[in-house]
Structures are given as structure tokens and as C-alpha cells.
């Protein structure tokens, strides 16, 4: 789900000339620049893990800047998905993320495919096109959304509970996104433990098994330590075991299990700057990003900037 908040991520309409949305700098620099830089200093090999952030598989953009968008054509998907199965990716659940950075890499060419919010285009759209290419995927549910009919939040419809369990049956794997989608970084550590607690045992009555996964909704404030210790420690305390966050970049060793980094995909994404993305090429852009959360720390003009986040 997304609405109107401010994002770290607002500071990403720098990289794009006003009325100019073909030009994207961040684009350009991937593509052009970095990408191919750490493709001769790396041998074309990346240490980091890949873990793709979709959100809804369906044709139809926005109006915001292309950063924001959270719509990938299904069309496009396919294109993605064949990218990765023709060079010998090998998609894998959070646990074997977790440790393959551990132990270097236990796979060859391990990436993680994850769809945040439960939509239920992902049920129509992307499981044949996983299916047809052998894949398995991490699905962030949105406890609160899901229900025995279809719910409609805004234009947006989510699977059922039996649409959930099918999938699940298929091989996906279904992680937490909390109870309702709040911004928890505004809610009292009560309300935060509630939203933890009682998305994950909903889950896990649903499903008859456990449930190790959570994503964090939003924008991620890694600027905020205390609220990370806070939240890592509500995380481990019931039981989960990893978990993601809007943090740009690929896994590893590095990272906070509780909080990995994603490379957010969307209908901008050709397969140019898929691949860049997926071989460390959009790693550099979680310096802007960190930047960006410190002005909101200290309260920067900079930080003035709505974003549906």
C-alpha cells in the first residue's frame, strides 16, 4: 500500500529534469557509468544478494516521478523473469539470503524475489509467470487486507485468504507487512509490538506454519537508532527471523538480517537498468538516501518534500 508521507526517497526528484520524464539521472549513471565500471573491476561477478522489491504486476503508470511507481506490466515481468532464469539466477527464500551472506554464497547467483502489500494481481499475473519459469517468490502480506472476499483499498484489490493459502501452496513464501500498513515509526512501541505480534499470528493460524519474514512499510528510518533497536528487538521476540526494508542496495554481510536492503522494480525498469540494478549498479544510491534521512533528521528545508511512500 502507499499514500502521501514524507520519504527519504522524496530526495530522488533531483535525478530527474523538471518535464523532462525520459531523462533520469540516477538512470543514466547505473546504466552508463557505474554498472560498467564494476562490471571490468568485478569480472562481471557481484558479492552482494539481489532482493527485487515489486509491489503490483498490472498494466498502467502514474503521473509521479518514475522512482515512485509501483506498477510493473506483466508484459515486462515476463522480460524480467526470463532475464534471470537465462542467466543462471537462482531464486531463494530470505533464509538462504541470510546465509549465503553468512557463509559467501551457497548458491550460484542467489536473488530474492519479493512482492510487498498482497495484491491480488499477483495471484492473476505473476504466479503463472513464476510458474512458467520455475521460481519462487516471498509475498508481504498485509494481515488487516485480507480477508474471505476481495477487499478494495483505493483502486487496489487484495487476494483472499484462500487465493493466500493456494499460493502458499505453490511454493510461495508469505511474509508479515503488519497488521494495517502504519507508518510505525510515528506509533507508540505498544502500537508498533501490536502491529508485529498480531500480523504474524494471524498468519500463522491461517497457514498452519510458522512465519519467519517481515517487511517493514514505508520508509524505512535507518537515521533513527533507537527506533531500530527497538523495532529489531520486537522482531526477535516474536519470532521472526529476517525481514526487509526500503533501504536501496543488495545484500550483504554488512546488513542487519531484521532490516536487508531491496532494489525497488517497476514499469521504468528495462532490462538495461534491471540488470545494472541486479549486478550492484543502483548500490550508489543509498548515499543520496542516507543523506537525504540525516537533513530530515536535523530538520533540513530539503526535508520538506511529500512522497507516496
Known amino acids: 500500500m502507499r499514500r502521501i508521507q514524507v520519504d527519504a526517497s522524496a530526495f530522488m526528484f ?26 571490468v573491476l568485478k569480472g562481471h ?9 515489486y509491489h503490483s504486476i498490472r498494466n498502467g503508470m502514474g503521473t509521479k516521478h518514475p522512482y515512485f511507481e509501483t506498477n510493473t506490466s506483466p508484459e515486462l515481468f515476463a522480460r524480467h523473469m526470463k532475464f534471470l532464469r537465462d542467466n543462471g539466477y537462482t531464486p ?7 546465509d549465503a551472506i553468512k557463509t559467501g554464497g551457497d548458491r550460484q547467483k542467489p536473488i530474492a524475489i519479493t512482492f510487498d502489500d498482497g495484491y491480488r494481481d499477483f495471484y492473476t499475473e505473476a504466479l503463472p509467470i513464476l510458474g512458467q519459469n520455475g521460481f519462487a517468490a516471498t509475498v508481504f502480506i498485509v494481515s488487516g487486507f485480507i480477508r474471505a472476499q476481495h477487499t478494495r483499498v483505493g483502486n487496489k484489490e487484495f487476494m483472499t485468504w484462500k487465493e493466500v493459502q493456494e499460493i ?38 491461517k497457514l498452519s506454519e510458522s512465519l519467519r519474514s517481515f517487511s517493514y512499510p514505508f520508509a524505512f528510518p535507518e537515521h533513527d537508532k533507537r527506533f531500530v533497536e527497538m523495532l529489531r528487538g520486537f522482531l526477535g521476540k516474536h519470532g521472526y527471523e529476517n525481514g526487509v526494508s526500503t533501504v536501496i542496495g543488495t545484500a550483504g554481510r554488512d546488513h ?12 521504468h525498469d528495462d532490462l538495461r537498468f534491471f540488470q545494472a540494478k541486479v549486478e550492484g549498479g ?5 548515499t543520496p538516501q542516507r543523506f537525504y534521512k540525516s537533513c530530515l533528521r536535523h530538520g533540513s528545508p530539503v526535508a520538506r518534500v511529500a512522497h507516496a511512500g
Open 282 to 286: 543502483y548500490d550508489w544510491l543509498h
Open 45 to 53: 561477478r557481484h558479492r552482494g544478494i539481489p532482493i527485487l522489491m
Open 168 to 205: 502458499h501452496a505453490h511454493g510461495i513464501h508469505i511474509g508479515s507487512h503488519t497488521v494495517n500498513h502504519p507508518e510505525l515509526w510515528r506509533m507508540s512501541p505498544r502500537e508498533v509490538e501490536c502491529e508485529i505480534r498480531q500480523s504474524k499470528e494471524t498468519i500463522e493460524e
Open 256 to 267: 542487519d538480517r531484521y532490516f536487508l536492503p531491496r532494489l525497488p522494480v517497476n514499469s
Open 92 to 98: 531463494v527464500d530470505l533464509n538462504h539470503v541470510v
Open 14 to 39: 533531483c535525478f530527474v529534469r523538471p518535464h523532462m520524464s525520459k531523462f533520469r539521472l540516477d538512470r543514466a549513471l547505473s546504466v552508463s557509468l557505474i554498472h560498467p565500471v564494476l562490471r
